[in-house]
């Protein structure tokens, strides 16, 4: 059966909440959660993801058709700009897996660096 918008409208939703459920259950914190949408000043899929007390903007990409890296990684950037996060990154659903703990993470190298220094930028 192929996707329309609704049926993919949908999945996305649902993909969300397990990425959010998963991590509020994985980080024990329960200030993570679907984030309500903002229109043309979107700010993430999903809200309370901190680290060193600065946001994390997640981007949550449940796809039909072949990963937009690119695109995508636009996007949880401009999402953080308009939160005002340290970064942001995508959740994309790998096709076939159904545990939210194995989905793919993209990110660039850059976002990387500012983890692995725990938030200086």
Request: aromatic share 6%; net charge positive.
């Amino acid at each position: 059966m192929s996707r329309n918008r609704a049926s993919a409208k949908a999945a996305g939703s649902r993909f969300e909440r397990q990425v959010a459920d998963y991590l509020k259950g994985a980080l024990d914190d329960d200030r993570i959660d679907r984030r309500v949408k903002h229109g043309a000043k979107d700010r993430g899929d999903i809200a309370g993801v901190r680290f060193h007390g600065r946001s994390i903007v997640i981007e949550a990409k449940d796809y039909g058709g072949r990963i937009q890296a690119g695109p995508w990684i636009q996007e949880a950037q401009i999402e953080a700009g308009n939160d005002d996060a340290l970064l942001g990154f995508v959740v994309a659903k790998r096709r076939g897996v159904t545990n939210p703990g194995e989905q793919w993470v993209l990110m660039t190298v850059d976002d990387v660096v500012k983890l692995l220094n725990r938030g200086q930028e």
